[in-house]
């Protein structure tokens, strides 16, 4: 029976399989921490007198014990239930009776799922902080190795100043900063606790929500009941939005590398076994793994506009749709930690061109470099640019023999240490 059954009658098998769509299979990874919650609220329970402290051991010990039942491999959840809140609750109540029974005072199952889902996304989103420090080492480990090795900046996608793998990476390992920001803002907006809010309105039981929020390990309590339930949703958008922006990070590195990796830039490429080649053209080498990262994060981007739009027209209180947040949400969030793990393992054996800028294509990526070098000598800037410019119109420009870029984030200054500064500090 589910949980909210009261009599042997239910819902067709059609309606079933509408309403419960792919829950059952997204609840296994929510399993371990509505086991959490479940322990907690059991505990509060028998703190407050709603249990007796025999009853409060009995639901942890054997809590305990469905924990390990449920972060094996093989652990699934049957047909017979709903979702993972309904099969625990089936347990509890086969192996204690009535204490088993008990374990849904004072509480709903949307402030369950709330509670799982937010400490989830909390564990996620460190993960995923986690990964995109990887990156971000590898990529300034690149900046450093390669800071020397000019190739050209673009405008328009026309030459525009030289530029250096340098500060290529460095720039993208920059980025990530801002990534990491709104990984933590998302991470402090799951980092309250719903547990107590019950369906959205609270209870007529003196519960101590104070002490579940201890327990659970969140920083706050989302102290107005309604206010909690209209969270669901919102949380999701959040942090959707931050993976969103992480996700374009590396969508546009990928962009990068597979127009760097053309025979008409040639400025970068791969070992065989990092790409793929044609069934009729021999001779390609496809930066299919880079393509597939580029389309993923562009998805990846869509799903706040998809949360927004889920969750726009809802009035406050629960509704049947807001499940649909769960299974993408989680989608999203593999996808990105894939795109995280193979982007990291396959840069860091980029192989780079060293001799870019000696072709003449790139002669007029030096104009700006010449212009200022009559600037230095006493030109005024207008009168330079005219100069440089009569120059290209008659053929005569020289580029300059030697740079001189050395204001801090400047190719002759990447000041990697002040980058790696200003990432310690919201990392």
């Not at 007198?49 to 924990?67: A, F, P, R, Y």
Request: hydrophobic share 40%; net charge negative; with cysteine.
């Amino acid at each position: 029976m589910k949980l909210w059954q009261k009599k042997k009658t239910s819902t067709s098998e059609q309606v079933d399989r509408f309403t419960v769509g792919a829950d059952r299979h997204w609840d296994v990874r929510l399993a371990p921490y509505d086991v959490l919650a479940s322990k907690a609220h059991a505990q509060m329970l028998a703190s407050v007198g709603l249990l007796s402290k025999e009853e409060g051991k009995q639901l942890t010990d054997e809590l305990d014990n469905i924990m390990s039942l449920v972060t094996k491999e093989d652990f699934v959840i049957e047909k017979d239930f709903e979702d993972i809140h309904s099969k625990i609750e089936f347990l509890l109540t086969e192996r204690l009776g009535d204490a088993g029974k008990k374990i849904h005072t004072a509480r709903s199952r949307n402030d369950q799922v709330l509670t799982a889902m937010q400490l989830l996304l909390k564990d996620e989103l460190t993960e995923i902080k986690n990964l995109a420090k990887d990156l971000f080492d590898t990529w300034m480990q690149l900046a450093d190795k390669h800071k020397d090795v000019l190739l050209p900046g673009y405008t328009h996608l026309q030459v525009a100043m030289p530029s250096s793998f340098g500060l290529w990476f460095s720039a993208y390992a920059e980025s990530l900063i801002d990534d990491v920001v709104l990984l933590n803002a998302a991470h402090t907006i799951c980092d309250q606790n719903p547990l107590g809010s019950a369906a959205g309105y609270g209870s007529s039981f003196g519960i101590d929500r104070s002490q579940t929020t201890k327990a659970l390990g969140f920083k706050a309590l989302k102290v107005n009941a309604v206010a909690a339930q209209m969270g669901r949703g919102k949380t999701e958008r959040i942090t959707a939005n931050a993976l969103g922006s992480l996700a374009s990070t590396l969508g546009r590195f990928s962009m990068d590398v597979c127009l760097y990796m053309s025979q008409n830039f040639n400025f970068l490429s791969f070992p065989d076994h990092l790409t793929t080649g044609s069934s009729i053209m021999p001779h390609k080498k496809n930066p299919d793994i880079f393509e597939l990262i580029r389309g993923k994060c562009a998805l990846i981007q869509g799903l706040g506009n998809d949360f927004a739009l889920l969750g726009q027209n809802l009035p406050s209180g629960y509704h049947r749709e807001m499940q649909l947040f769960k299974g993408r949400m989680l989608e999203g969030i593999d996808e990105l930690k894939d795109c995280l793990t193979i982007l990291n393992s396959t840069i860091k054996q980029v192989q780079v061109r060293d001799d870019i800028m000696e072709d003449s294509i790139y002669t007029y990526a030096f104009t700006v470099d010449a212009l200022n070098e009559l600037v230095q000598q006493g030109v005024p800037f207008r009168d330079a640019y005219k100069q440089v410019g009569q120059q290209l119109e008659e053929g005569t420009f020289v580029p300059p023999k030697k740079l001189s870029h050395t204001h801090m984030g400047s190719l002759g200054n990447l000041a990697l240490d002040n980058i790696q500064d200003k990432f310690n500090q919201y990392f």
